[in-house]
T-cell receptor, first 115, second 110 residues
Framework: DVKVTQSSRYLVKRTGEKVFLECVQD?????MFWYRQDPGLGLRLIYF???????EKGDIPEGYSVSREKKERFSLILESASTNQTSMYLC??????????????FGPGTRLTVL | GQSLEQPSEVTAVEGAIVQINCTYQ??????LSWYQQHDGGAPTFLSY????GLEETGRFSSFLSRSDSYGYLLLQELQMKDSASYFC???????????FGKGTTLSVSS
C-alpha cells in the first residue's frame, strides 16, 4: 500500500512565523503535490513537483514556496504566515509524470491555524 | 484554464440510487477522475474515465461524454457509509496535476 505521511495533523502558528509542512511518500513516486482545502472551495493546487529539485506553480502559489531535495520528501513553506492561510493542507503523490488517469494518493492532511 | 462544476449537496436514503453530475471546461482534456473523502479523512480515488462511456466498479459507476464536457458518478444501493464528499477532477492543461471541483456532499439517511 502506498503511504503518504504528513508531519503534523494539527499545527498552530502565529502571524509572521515561518512554517514548514513536511510530506513523505514511500512508493518511489515521481510526482508530489500540495493542495489546500477550504469549505466550499474544494481542493486548490498550490505547488507540485515532478522530479527532485523541480517545482511548478499551481493555481494559488502566492505566499507559499516548496522544496524537494529528495524524491520521497516534499515540503511546503509559508515564509510569513498570515491568518488567511489558516486551512487544511493536503499532500499527494502519483507514480508518473504527466500520466493521464494516474491515481493521486493523499496524506491525512495538516490542519493549520494561524493566529 | 480548467474549471469543474458539480452540485454542492445531494441527499438520499439508504438503498436508493444517486447521480452526481460534473461539467467541465478545459483547455486540454486528459479524462475525468472521481475521488471520495469522508469527513476528517483523506481523499481516495474512486474511478477514472479517459474515454466516453460507463465504467463500473461494484456499486459505483462513472460516465463520461467528451462531446458534452460532462460526466457523472452513479452510486447504487446507497449505504450510510457512502455519506461523504465526492470530487470530480481533471488534469491541468499540461496534463501534470489534477484540478478538482468544489465537491458534492452526499448525505445518506436511514
Amino acid at each position: 500500500d502506498v503511504k503518504v505521511t504528513q508531519s503534523s495533523r494539527y499545527l498552530v502558528k502565529r502571524t509572521g512565523e515561518k512554517v514548514f509542512l513536511e510530506c513523505v511518500q514511500d512508493m518511489d513516486h515521481e510526482n508530489m503535490f500540495w493542495y489546500r482545502q477550504d469549505p466550499g472551495l474544494g481542493l486548490r493546487l498550490i505547488y507540485f513537483s515532478y522530479d527532485v529539485k523541480m517545482k511548478e506553480k499551481g493555481d494559488i502559489p502566492e505566499g507559499y514556496s516548496v522544496s524537494r531535495e529528495k524524491k520521497e520528501r516534499f515540503s511546503l513553506i509559508l515564509e510569513s504566515a498570515s491568518t488567511n492561510q489558516t486551512s487544511m493542507y493536503l499532500c499527494a503523490s502519483s507514480l508518473t509524470s504527466g500520466g493521464a488517469g494516474d491515481t493521486q494518493y493523499f496524506g491525512p492532511g495538516t490542519r493549520l491555524t494561524v493566529l | 484554464g480548467q474549471s469543474l462544476e458539480q452540485p454542492s449537496e445531494v441527499t438520499a436514503v439508504e438503498g436508493a440510487i444517486v447521480q452526481i453530475n460534473c461539467t467541465y471546461q478545459t483547455s486540454g482534456f486528459y479524462g475525468l477522475s472521481w475521488y471520495q473523502q469522508h469527513d476528517g479523512g483523506a481523499p481516495t480515488f474512486l474511478s477514472y474515465n479517459g474515454l466516453d462511456g460507463l465504467e463500473e466498479t461494484g456499486r459505483f459507476s462513472s460516465f463520461l461524454s467528451r462531446s458534452d464536457s460532462y460526466g457523472y458518478l452513479l452510486l447504487q444501493e446507497l449505504q450510510m457509509k457512502d455519506s461523504a464528499s465526492y470530487f470530480c477532477a481533471t488534469y491541468n492543461q499540461a496534463g501534470t496535476a489534477l484540478i478538482f471541483g468544489k465537491g458534492t456532499t452526499l448525505s445518506v439517511s436511514s
